[in-house]
């Protein structure tokens, strides 16, 4: 039997069927409904709900309760805006550091990564994705920017598994965007080592906007 927290489980279970689109953008979370499926009570699904809320994944409508958030092109605009925003700031606060604890976490996130694209394991592929991100945030050694990103990259981890889920015309590209996703891992680990923040700003500002665009395409093309 598994020593971790209900409320924990739960977390991780709803978590994950809101990164892959199970519970999709909008869709009434029913309590009773939640508490069958997982098969627990209702205290630590309603904890783990709250949770999902300050992780911005989940909203609270009146008479409502709980939904998922939806994903308007509002909110996914002003997201972009602050992940670059904020991995930028951690890029200038981190070549300050010794980021010598950080690099080799990143390295791991990177080559699991990398594995994940062999196995077309998707949501290990966005969860890899998301712990290199991660470790580079640990350089910066400022918990706020830490917590403001660990928000930020939640709503990405859903963009980042919608937009590769295997919809019709965005499939031709994905290796070689995969390609470049780790190139400019590689890049980024290897210009934090040698204190070029120039170089670091550039890789994180081409790496965000390709994301970016990839959401686009994604998002037009299902509009259509």
Request: aromatic fraction near 8%; include cysteine; glycine fraction near 4%.
């Amino acid at each position: 039997m598994s020593k971790t927290p209900l409320a924990v489980q739960a977390y991780r279970v709803i978590h994950e069927r809101i990164i892959t689109m199970d519970l999709e953008p909008g869709q009434h979370l029913d309590e009773k409904q939640l508490i069958n499926q997982l098969g627990m009570g209702r205290t630590p699904i309603r904890e783990a709900l709250l949770r999902l809320a300050s992780d911005f994944l989940v909203e609270t409508q009146p008479n409502k309760g709980f939904i998922v958030r939806p994903l308007a092109f509002q909110n996914i605009k002003t997201m972009f805006e602050a992940l670059r925003i904020l991995e930028l700031g951690a890029a200038s606060l981190a070549i300050h550091q010794d980021p010598i604890r950080y690099l080799p976490m990143m390295q791991e996130a990177q080559q699991k990564f990398k594995t994940a694209i062999k196995a077309d394991d998707l949501l290990g592929l966005v969860w890899e994705n998301y712990n290199f991100h991660m470790h580079f945030a640990y350089c910066s050694a400022n918990e706020y920017l830490i917590r403001a990103l660990k928000d930020v990259r939640n709503e990405a981890n859903r963009l980042a598994y919608l937009s590769y889920r295997g919809k019709t015309g965005l499939n031709g590209n994905l290796k070689e965007h995969y390609k470049s996703v780790c190139t400019e891992h590689e890049q980024m680990m290897d210009y934090l080592k040698n204190k070029n923040l120039y170089r670091l700003k550039e890789t994180i500002a081409s790496h965000i906007q390709a994301f970016q665009q990839r959401v686009i395409l994604y998002l037009t093309a299902s509009a259509v």
